[in-house]
């Protein structure tokens, strides 16, 4: 079991910047490919970015490439989420993620759907006012 715990959102003007972070507890984080995924109000669950377990691949979706910034500390139990040049659509509440899967594991790999990580933080809100 991994348990998930956010912290970091909050209300921003257009072009300004906030920094999330998931502190993991349980088993042994080092070994999950971990991801950050958002919810708009009324839309589905999307992909954001996500991280190996060794951080050796990353990925990010094609609207918050070049501003968001994944990072894991695995001595900390830790995955954070840099995000500048804030857009009001990037207005969602905010899901760290973890990735049970063995092979993925030790393989060293990343999965971009949501359907794949099994331990789910409780979210955090990221509003972007205009």
Request: aromatic fraction near 10%; charged fraction near 20%.
């Amino acid at each position: 079991q991994v348990q998930l715990v956010e912290s970091g959102g909050g209300l921003v003007q257009a072009g300004g910047s906030l920094r999330l972070s998931c502190a993991a507890s349980g088993r042994t984080f080092s070994t999950s490919p971990m991801g950050w995924f958002r919810q708009p109000s009324g839309k589905e669950r999307e992909f954001v970015a996500v991280i190996s377990r060794s951080g050796g691949m990353i990925y990010y979706a094609d609207s918050v490439k070049g501003r968001f910034t994944i990072s894991r500390d695995n001595a900390k139990n830790t995955v954070s989420l840099q995000m500048n040049s804030l857009k009001p659509e990037d207005t969602a509440v905010y899901y760290c993620a973890a990735d049970d899967d063995r092979w993925r594991r030790v393989g060293d790999s990343v999965s971009r759907a949501y359907g794949d990580y099994d331990y789910w933080g409780q979210g955090t809100q990221v509003t972007v006012s205009s």
